[in-house]
């Protein structure tokens, strides 16, 4: 099982759900968990419905999920065409 350096509640494990993004090791995708927030629920009705979470979890999930659409300005050169 690997973690990102400073994000250790994220696991990826090719045996659990099949390598994505996990919390500690367990069968629940940080995907899972974006979308609850994304879909209005606040930290204690994601921990109410999933009392095994913990708040830590979560933080690290919006992290993780931060850091994945972290903004590159990539510059590209023109390239001069053949005429």
Partial sequence: MKAIAGLDRITFDPK?????ACIRGMRIPVSVVINLIANGLSIPEIIEDYPYLEPSDIQQSLRYAAW???ERVIFWQSVPTAV
């Fill in 16 to 20: 659990i759900m099949a390598g994505q």
């Fill in 68 to 70: 994945l659409t972290q």
